[in-house]
């Protein structure tokens, strides 16, 4: 398959009063089409900024650079704000935690949605319709044709959120970034959703980066998994190796806080990590989960990115390579 999406070394900085904030440190990202990666990590690693510095939608005071961004061999940096737009919609979309950030409350849902298909592909009026209400019951909401009438407002969240990745699908996008979409919702209905967007990923052949802080959300849809700490990817890898063969310390922490079947006794508490996410002001010397990690050491100045397995890398000096294990 071939890369749909293709980061170098991108980098985000956000002046703020106390210094440049440097939210994204210099990330890989490579998606194929048709492939789920997520990106996981904990509130404020820089993963939202990521998706934005993707979307071309960042705050007006951020600086983004990057070796090269490439989209199916379109060099991003070359677009203008106009370039930029064309794809937004037509060839990307975006979904948000929050469906009412995307939504225009005076509008009703059919506008919205046929709008999207108008701005971007030559259609009649009743075409939009149709791929409106076919997507919308793609997409679990009931009496779709009824609700084409409705406004945000009447919608329950977790409708409003079915409305979104309908939105999103109108134009066939190559590719979904969808920011934390179930994390407002209540837990069955974010298993529904998460079952939703996957099934309509591979029906569809959409390449989605999703964004989450849960790996039990990444257990269930991922192929690929980044795992971002303090504005790096500091473990990149398939969604099993990720489970099976963690390499770096800070995915280990992350792990020993969900629950395992069969592992994890009822009612015992749960590990968290000790300590805080360092300040992204300014260069932050040496390994960035350094202050919380036990393990750290002199050598960890300088974490190599080591080659774990030829899908598999890992940013410590406690990683290893597969193959080394298994000839020792
Ligand atoms: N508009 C802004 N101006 C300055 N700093 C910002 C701005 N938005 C975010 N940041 C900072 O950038 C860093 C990365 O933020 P980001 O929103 O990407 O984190 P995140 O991983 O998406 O977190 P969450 O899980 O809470 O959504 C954080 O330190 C955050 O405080
Ligand atoms: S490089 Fe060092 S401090 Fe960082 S995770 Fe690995 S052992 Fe811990
Ligand atoms: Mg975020």
Redesign the pocket.
Request: hydrophobic content about 40%.
């Given at each position: 398959m071939s890369l749909l999406l293709d980061i170098k070394n991108l980098k985000v900085d956000?002046p703020?009063e106390r210094g440049v904030?440097q939210?994204v440190r210099g990330i890989d990202i490579q998606v194929k089409r048709g492939e789920m990666l997520c990106l996981v990590?904990e509130?404020?690693?820089?993963?939202?900024?990521t998706s934005l510095a993707l979307m071309g939608l960042l705050?007006s005071k951020a600086k983004r650079s990057a070796d090269h961004m490439r989209f199916d061999g379109i060099d991003l940096q070359s677009l203008d704000e106009r370039g930029m737009a064309n794809l937004r919609g037509s060839r990307m979309s975006m979904i948000f935690q929050e469906p009412m950030t995307s939504l225009n409350p005076s509008y009703t849902l059919g506008d919205q949605l046929c709008e999207a298909l108008h701005a971007h592909k030559k259609v009649t009026a009743a075409q939009a319709r149709d791929r409106a209400v076919y997507l919308l019951e793609r997409a679990g909401v009931p009496m779709a044709a009824d609700r084409m009438r409705q406004y945000p407002h009447q919608l329950s969240g977790g409708l409003r959120q079915r409305v979104m990745i309908a939105m999103a699908l109108m134009c066939e996008p190559d590719l979904i970034i969808a920011d934390?979409p179930t994390t407002a919702l209540d837990v069955t209905i974010q298993a529904q959703i998460l079952r939703l967007i996957r099934e309509l990923q591979k029906e569809f052949g959409t390449a989605v980066v999703f964004i989450t802080?849960d790996l039990g959300v990444v257990a269930r849809i991922a192929d690929n998994v980044s795992v971002m700490y303090a504005g790096q990817v500091v473990e990149n890898a398939p969604v099993r190796e990720i489970f099976t063969h963690p390499s770096h310390h800070y995915t280990r922490g992350l792990l020993n806080c969900i629950p395992v079947r069969g592992k994890t006794e009822p009612g015992s508490r749960l590990q968290s990590i000790p300590g805080v996410v360092p300040s992204?002001i300014g260069k932050i010397e040496g390994c960035t989960f350094a202050n919380r990690c036990a393990h750290v050491r002199d050598a960890c100045i300088a974490p190599p990115n080591v080659q774990v397995d030829p899908t598999h890398t890992a940013l410590c000096v406690d990683a290893v390579p597969l193959a080394s294990l298994e000839t020792a």
């Amino acid at each position: 398959m071939s890369l749909l999406l293709d980061i170098k070394n991108l980098k985000v900085d956000l002046p703020t009063e106390r210094g440049v904030l440097q939210a994204v440190r210099g990330i890989d990202i490579q998606v194929k089409r048709g492939e789920m990666l997520c990106l996981v990590g904990e509130s404020g690693c820089g993963k939202s900024m990521t998706s934005l510095a993707l979307m071309g939608l960042l705050p007006s005071k951020a600086k983004r650079s990057a070796d090269h961004m490439r989209f199916d061999g379109i060099d991003l940096q070359s677009l203008d704000e106009r370039g930029m737009a064309n794809l937004r919609g037509s060839r990307m979309s975006m979904i948000f935690q929050e469906p009412m950030t995307s939504l225009n409350p005076s509008y009703t849902l059919g506008d919205q949605l046929c709008e999207a298909l108008h701005a971007h592909k030559k259609v009649t009026a009743a075409q939009a319709r149709d791929r409106a209400v076919y997507l919308l019951e793609r997409a679990g909401v009931p009496m779709a044709a009824d609700r084409m009438r409705q406004y945000p407002h009447q919608l329950s969240g977790g409708l409003r959120q079915r409305v979104m990745i309908a939105m999103a699908l109108m134009c066939e996008p190559d590719l979904i970034i969808a920011d934390e979409p179930t994390t407002a919702l209540d837990v069955t209905i974010q298993a529904q959703i998460l079952r939703l967007i996957r099934e309509l990923q591979k029906e569809f052949g959409t390449a989605v980066v999703f964004i989450t802080h849960d790996l039990g959300v990444v257990a269930r849809i991922a192929d690929n998994v980044s795992v971002m700490y303090a504005g790096q990817v500091v473990e990149n890898a398939p969604v099993r190796e990720i489970f099976t063969h963690p390499s770096h310390h800070y995915t280990r922490g992350l792990l020993n806080c969900i629950p395992v079947r069969g592992k994890t006794e009822p009612g015992s508490r749960l590990q968290s990590i000790p300590g805080v996410v360092p300040s992204l002001i300014g260069k932050i010397e040496g390994c960035t989960f350094a202050n919380r990690c036990a393990h750290v050491r002199d050598a960890c100045i300088a974490p190599p990115n080591v080659q774990v397995d030829p899908t598999h890398t890992a940013l410590c000096v406690d990683a290893v390579p597969l193959a080394s294990l298994e000839t020792a």
